[in-house]
């Protein structure tokens, strides 16, 4: 049974440029959080969706940040226009019963914003 | 509000000692969740356990164990006989069962252990 797929691995681009992480859950989980992890803040909640839904987005840092989830098998993460500060790993994670259940994490993307 | 802390930023230690990985939480909340995960130096994160508000029992899996004590707040992981493969940062996580909060996963800021052979 396929994990949660996130694509790309790694992406580097320049300041002011619009960046798109991809996130596929895996098939059945009903909830999908997007996650930051830098060295000083930890992993950080950003999003999170159930059935599709946006449930809370308080963890969303500013506009420049939005997040989309146009069916339960794909969910996309942008960024516009991106910031050296937004360099971090981004994580997708699914889950059965909101939080409740395991979340299951996929590999995450490392972004470099130079 | 919920709130994680795992007070020991860096813990290192000699292979087959015992470690244990403290993990303290803040919860208004009756029922509620509790996880730990594993992320080795290939970055990825790795469920290990998860545990409900009703359930005190101490859980073992091989040379993993987990004390939960609703008492001092606290879901502690200990790791038997230490391996240079439990090499790892460890976060405690906490979630909320009521229906309104919908399960946000909160983590600790992670525990860094080093196993040295």
């Known amino acids: 049974d396929a994990g949660v797929i996130q694509s790309p691995r790694h992406e580097v681009t320049e300041m002011g440029q619009e960046v798109t992480l991809r996130c596929k859950p895996i098939s059945g989980h009903n909830s999908l959080f997007w996650y930051r992890q830098t060295m000083m803040r930890g992993l950080e909640l950003l999003i999170y969706f159930n059935n599709n839904v946006p449930i809370d987005d308080s963890g969303m840092p500013e506009d420049r940040f939005s997040a989309k989830m146009p069916n339960a098998s794909f969910s996309t993460l942008k960024i516009q226009p991106s910031e050296p500060r937004d360099s971090a790993v981004y994580f997708c994670?699914?889950?059965?019963?909101?939080?409740?259940?395991?979340?299951?994490f996929g590999n995450g993307t490392r972004l470099t914003v130079t | 509000a919920q709130k994680v802390t795992q007070a020991q930023t860096e813990i290192s230690v000699v292979e087959k000692e015992d470690v244990t990985l403290d993990c303290v939480y803040e919860?208004?909340?009756?029922?509620?969740?509790l996880f730990w995960y594993k992320q080795p130096p290939s970055g990825e994160l790795v469920f290990l356990i998860r545990?409900?508000?009703?359930?005190?029992q101490n859980e073992i899996s091989g040379r993993y164990s987990w004390n939960f004590q609703k008492s001092t707040s606290s879901f502690n992981f200990t790791i038997t006989a230490s391996q240079v493969v439990d090499s790892a940062v460890y976060f405690c996580a906490l979630s909320e069962a009521g229906y309104n909060q919908g399960g946000k996963l909160i983590f600790g800021q992670g525990t860094e252990l080093s196993v040295k052979p």
């Open positions: 919860t208004r909340d009756t029922t509620y969740y």
């Open positions: 994670a699914s889950s059965l019963d909101r939080g409740r259940a395991p979340l299951h």
């Open positions: 545990r409900n508000s009703f359930d005190e």
